[in-house]
């Protein structure tokens, strides 16, 4: 079966740090995807793991541990237009679908 | 400027009254692929397209219909829409198989 987990709602305050974790439990993998979408709005990639470690892009970055079914998100010095929901997304193992999670309603105040 | 473009993006209409949603990309990408999503469900899978002519259902393809007729149109069909499939949906479309997505702007329906 497919099984991918994130919190469903997490606050954070402006200048902060804030990370969403993912856990997954698939029949395959070929990679794991963040995107960020606005209410409303289509998804837009943030970050592509297919290699356990960390991949850092500016304020974002995000890790990966296969052998864990693991994966964060880290958004650094958060900005309120940050707000949004974060999707995390398997794609599978004959690579045509991206497996969904939820999302993870993060809300930023001042 | 690189897109996906999906028609109409608001929808309102009447049970069984077919209806087709375009959807069209410039990037001369091989997949497409379309998407439901429901509040407390996520985004889910109906149909994808590997390239021309060749399609195949996602998780939740019953009471839609796609083609692939031309590398950059995958448009989809509700043949007898009904309550249940009101909805936002987006397409999306990628280089390859396996690669990520990039998604249209969606489309909002209502089935009444």
């Known amino acids: 079966g497919q099984n991918i987990d994130q919190p469903t709602e997490m606050t954070a305050t402006e200048g902060a740090i804030v990370q969403i974790n993912c856990t997954y439990q698939t029949s395959g993998f070929n990679g794991l995807f963040w995107y960020q979408q606005h209410a409303g709005e289509a998804p837009t990639f943030l970050s592509y793991?297919?290699?356990?470690g960390l991949e850092e892009k500016g304020r974002f970055s995000s890790f990966l541990s296969r052998s864990k079914g693991y994966s964060y998100l880290l958004l650094k010095e958060l900005q309120m237009k940050d707000s949004a929901s974060y999707l995390c997304a398997v794609m599978d193992q004959a690579g045509t679908a991206l497996i969904f999670g939820k999302g993870t309603t993060l809300s930023v105040s001042s | 400027e690189a897109q996906v473009t999906q028609n109409p993006r608001y929808l309102i209409t009447v049970t069984g009254k077919k209806l087709t949603v375009t959807c069209s990309q410039n990037?001369?990408?091989?997949?497409m692929s379309w998407y439901r999503q429901d509040p407390g469900l996520g985004l889910r899978q109906i149909y994808y397209s590997m390239n021309v002519e060749v399609t195949d259902k996602g998780d939740v393809p019953e009471g839609y219909k796609v083609s692939r007729k031309e590398k950059r149109n995958f448009p989809l069909i509700l043949e007898s829409p009904s309550p249940n499939q009101t909805s936002l949906y987006f397409c999306a479309s990628s280089p390859s198989v396996g690669s990520g997505y990039t998604f249209g702007s969606g489309t909002r329906l209502t089935v009444v």
């Open positions: 990037m001369n990408h091989e997949y």
């Open positions: 793991n297919v290699l356990d």
